[in-house]
């Protein structure tokens, strides 16, 4: 699945366009014809290697910079023309959850509530329902920091939609904190989704990307795939993927470079990931290879890929082909 | 010291900072030759644990042998033969990379021609031949972790100790960073590495989960995965909140939790509780496409650890 | 020791050094500025102090008093006054700092009983000063009144062989002019060491800790005097630099006589630079932070330089407890060694009770810097 697909929702009701947009800084092109769209109440994954555009893309969306062409529309408004209206209809965190860690659980909702210019009469309310929701009723008056990660997570969510932006932008939210924080606060990331808030989401972590509807793979500035992660773990990862549990794995690894239909082979602990065109054929085959040099594999079997397999076959064949059309 | 005894002996390891605990009767063992995993999320206590090892922090109580020595009572004793990556990039950004390799060379007395053949070595290895003059500082991330990894080498330590050195590093470079590693472990080199990604404990050949400074279990990762509270299910459905809603509470299902194409949950026996779920889902009107067992990640088990209070 | 481990320190901090444009200027900019500010700035001496003379008598007499003092290079006469209002507006106004006033009766009196007086009026609202005029002007009348003394003894005809008149003359040595400046910039040349030395190693260990190198060299076989020895290396290097330029300014440019051997002055001045650059070094191992250590060493070196070093008050002069806290000030020893070497040409044999308090410093200093060196963060 490649470029400019849209997603299964209805398009009318898209409330994040991404068409044809180019951004350059001098003759460095960040951002290399993407189109994307994102429907209401459904969580998109941006997912890409270091430098590969990912805050570029989401700093123009926000308004922060201007596209070089094509065009960028949040919440129905044109980025480029109206970047001030377009940031009253979004909210946005960042990775390091930038609240103030000398005033308390109030004062910073207060803050971000004057900020965002929330009206007196519905701020109060909205402060209840972000404090409720952080599960934080009670500790009000807390120091923000005295509070622990999770804490610190879900609070932070709550100072970015006191306004109650239609769409949310979320920078690597849930780096540092635990697991079971991790997953509550994903939890009130799909409650706000369902009820029609379009989230998009930038991040690192796979087991992040598998909350998400969809993903966008952003390499070099360009969208190299997206769709929902199970679609791309189907038909993305291009072969299928076996587990080779073996005592040796460096010498079966040098065993298996030319083998016939491995498409790619890497270490994993104490066994190898092989990556080949069919699985049923390789299953017979490559065990008959490795005999014949010596080695005896203890284990093999076909295994689901990861979205982190699919990923790093994805960054390599866009590599891959980069080169050969250069 | 016989081969079979391990290489890293760690008992009831403690330190505290004021009255918090940051590690809380740590125990484990590394064997010689192997990857090993100090696995948690942030505030278990890897950190320290790692600094104990490397003998920049004292414990405030247990022992730790490395390699046969008391590093506990001499940390000097092992620092020759260990080399450590603090998770803070330890390297003076106003000296080139050359510059820097040279200086951990010459701490650990390496004659210059071995020194000059290693780190062309290295840096070839890294892709990072061309940036000998290069300040450390101009460096991009994924590179000053090179560079940190290649200055931790150039003396051919026995024991790597590296502290989060994946953390906030893309999934390509990650994959490019273990592949060293594993050539490290075709060496020789006995690697304890520390990591708040979970999914990375399958890389490595054994592991401890930490939690608030304790040891929730440590064996190797499919040994952990057997270890498993109860059995992980998928339901593949474009509605995960009304599955969620028809599927919470029900017994034996616990752990239930929305993902992207759908839900898992843990059940106590699978064979009884698919037939059951399917039923309620059915009765809640919920279309769904498939119900199937599904290989729980590491962090599934740690959740699930977590949550039934068991430790090894 | 190993040599190796010793040497790559000492060449990586000369590398930060060179390529650090803060502590470069600290160790080349400062010493220059400063020279220049104290060597200038500071002068004990008083010339030309601003006088007025109200002459009430207006007589061969008092004119020839007057010339005195038109004729001393310590006083310049701003005005002549001719009332006694006039007069309190003069030192209001700060025209001058003394009123000579000579009364309407000076040369009766002198003529009847031999015995006159002169009024010196003074603005005493700068106490130091208006003392140390009024001793000039004793002077001066002194002269005058000697003068006036002979003269009179030659008109009486004295038959008898002239009597001269006991006089001590005083021979200064070692400072003839009494150039306050020959004896206060060597002087300086201690301060400026003092306050840069231990300004530059005040912030070496404490930098470290601070940007997350020192974990990684602590976690290396390392021992702590091989850090001490290898960081303070280039520092020396630079502090012989410092003192070079600084010791050159004071002979050819402030002239200050030079009259002692460069080898004595190189060995003082190391001995001492060891024993400031250990103190600084002392301060950023106990003090992790580098704002903490940098200022506590601005602390502990100016304070004690610059008021209890003797280079511009005098120790003796100074209460007895004082006196004896000064023993531990180390820059006095070397203020004195530098004043010796510079004016009375002294050798090592001449100084060894100030080298041997230098000396005893420099091992405390050490020894205690690498004791407290802790490979922990903790």
Redesign the interface.
Known sequence: MNGAGPTPQAAKSDQVIADDLVKRFGDFVAVDHVSFRIARGEIMGFLGPNGAGKSTIIRTLCGLLRPSSGRAIVGGIDVARDPEAVRQRIGYMSQKFSLYRDLTVEENLRFFGGIYNVPRIELRERMRFAIDMAGLAGREQALVGTLAGGWLQRLALGCAVLHRPPILFLDEPTSGVEPASRRRFWDLIHSLASEGVTVLVSTHYMEEAEYCHHIALINHGRLIATGSPAELKRTAIGGDLLLLECDAPGATLEALQDAPDVRDCSVFGDALHVLVGNAEKSLTELPELLAAKGLRPRHVAQIPPTLEDVFVQLIAADGAAQRAAA | MSPEQPIIQVDGLIKRFAEFRAVDRLSFSVNRGE?FGLVG???AGKTATM?ML?????PDGGAILIDGIDAVAD??ET??H?????Q????????TVD?NI???A????VPSPLRRERASRLLAASGMTHFGKFRAGQL???MKQKLGVICALVHTPKILLLDEPT???????R?DF??IL?GL??DGVTIVIST????EA????RLTLMHSGRALYCD??AALKKHMPGTLIAI?SAD??AVRSAITGKPGVSQV?????GVHAVVDNADMRIPQLREDIRLAGVSISDVAVA?P?I?DV??AL?ETGEAK | MRIRRLQAIALKELLQIWRDPRSLMIALLMPFTQMFLLGYGVTLDLKHIPICTFDREASQNSQALLKHFEASSYFTISRNIRSYPDLVDAIDRSDCKVAIVIPPDFSERLNDTGRSTVQAILDATDDNTANIAFGYAIAVVSGYSNDVALDTLDRQGAQFQQIQPMTVQSRVWFNEDLESRNFIIPGVVAVIMALVGAQLTSLTISREWERGTMELLVSTPVTPSEVMVGKLAPYLLLGWIDAAFCLVLATFWFGVPFRGTVFTLFATTTLFLIVVLGIGYLLSVLIRSQIGASQIAMLLTMLPTTLLSGYVFPIDQMPTVIQDITYLVYSRYYVTIIKAIFLKGAGIPALALPILFLLVYAAAVMTLAARAFRKSLD
Request: contains cysteine.
């Open positions: 990857i999320p942030d505030g600094r490397a003998g920049v922090m004292r940390p000097e620092k020759q260990v080399s450590y990556m603090p803070r990039f330890g390297l003076y950004e106003d000296l510059e040279r200086f951990y010459d701490l650990f007395e991009s991330g994924g953390t906030g590093v893309d999934p390509v470079s994959r273990w592949r594993y472990r075709e708040a990604y979970l999914d399958e890389r490595c050949n190797t990762p593949s995960g909140r939790l929305l993902v992207g194409d290989v990640s962090e740690f959740v977590l």
